[in-house]
């Protein structure tokens, strides 16, 4: 975790930061507030050399200033440690938030009191020094408690701010790992869930298996019908592709016209039965065009199949898929190959 200060130390930064942010007229945002936290909190000693440089240089550290510091010494995150950063602002801000509401509430009863010791001495003239003194008081408590309104409200903004940004974080993050045409998983996705699922590998337990799937002649498809009849029949794979696996298998788009489905816990056997499904299935598609509403068929797909084999990488685990899918180009397309195993039909 990037910060790992008690409730109390967070909050005592907190108290540093606003006022830090108020004296540089810093704006009111999550990323302001990043910079400043980082500073007073001491995690970030490269940015700290800077602020303090500028500083000494009397360098105005306006919004623009402040937004550069951030993408050079806070933003170098990738999109995990980005989501965790938000997280972590979410946890500071609910804290200060709280902390401030809390002084608040002992102000307004630390004014109320002394508006009523100030009732009960109203009717004593011979202590209007003790009187002035407690008028001066309250002028001060009011003050105090108009200070901290402003600052409990300046806080809930920014924490609303940081509670949009995390769920920013979150929807980038996402789309970074889906195929915008097909809703499936993206190439990238995939390979992280490869990565995961062989970083789980126990020997002796069934798969995992991964099945490589190509569009036949789609070159042609495209030329003869346009690509958004192309697009429509990728959509078309894909969604056979949904309907076909279930629990924790993986269907994802891998580029092109090519897709890639794991299949956790599925041995060669069974892998190369739900491939022959999923070929069937294509197979007995009809796509209407959108000119015409013709319906077109013989939309086909070939196939390759492998099962995880002790210690090998990733790479060479899709390469022997990729090897049983060329076979099945090769040896007429529309079919099914299993590496080491013959062509289906």
């Keep these: 975790m990037r910060y790992q200060e008690s ?8 108290r540093q930061v606003m006022p830090l942010m108020a004296r540089h007229s810093a704006p009111m945002n999550p990323i302001s507030f990043a910079v400043w936290y980082e500073y007073v909190s001491g995690v970030n000693p490269r940015l700290k050399e800077a602020i303090d440089t500028a500083l000494k240089d009397k360098i105005v550290l306006d919004a623009a200033a402040t937004e550069l510091l951030y993408r050079r010494f806070v933003a170098d995150l990738d999109a995990d440690s980005a989501n965790r950063l938000a997280l972590d602002f979410h946890r500071i801000m609910a804290d200060a938030v709280q902390s401030a509401a809390y002084t608040g509430t002992q102000a307004d009863s630390y004014g109320s009191s002394l508006q009523q010791f100030s009732k009960e001495l109203d009717a004593d003239a011979a202590v209007p020094a003790t009187l002035d003194a407690i008028d001066r008081v309250l002028i001060e408590t009011l003050q105090m408690q108009t200070s901290m309104v402003a600052l409990g409200k300046r806080l809930e903004d920014s924490h609303k701010e940081i509670e949009s940004l995390r769920a920013e974080v979150v929807r980038v993050r996402q789309d970074a790992m889906v195929d915008g045409l097909t809703g499936l998983a993206n190439r990238r996705s995939f390979d992280l869930d490869m990565d995961n699922w062989l970083g789980q590998f126990v020997p ?19 030329d003869t019908y346009g690509h958004l009849f192309g697009d429509k029949v990728i959509r078309t794979v894909a ?25 956790p816990k599925t041995q060669l056997e069974g892998a190369r039965a ?14 209407r065009r959108h000119d015409n509403e013709e319906l077109v068929g013989h939309i086909t797909v070939s196939l390759g199949v492998a099962c995880y084999l002790k210690g090998e990488s990733a790479q060479n685990f899709i390469g022997r898929a990729d090897k049983a899918l060329y076979a099945s180009k090769t040896q007429g397309r529309n079919r099914v190959t299993a590496h080491g195993i013959d062509p289906m039909p």
Excluded: H, T, W
């Excluded at 409730?7 to 907190?14: G, L, Q, R, T």
């Excluded at 002796?204 to 495209?222: A, C, W």
């Excluded at 298998?249 to 489905?261: K, N, Q, S």
């Design 274 to 287: 739900l491939a022959e499904n999923i070929r069937v299935a294509v197979a007995g598609c009809r796509i």
């Design 239 to 263: 969604e056979v592709l949904k309907r076909n696996v279930k629990g924790q298998d993986i269907a994802a788009r891998y580029g092109g016209e090519e897709f890639a489905v794991l299949l």
């Design 204 to 222: 002796g337990v069934p798969g995992p298996s991964v099945l490589m799937i190509d569009i036949d002649y789609f070159k042609k498809v495209n």
């Design 7 to 14: 409730i109390e130390e967070s909050v005592a930064f907190v």
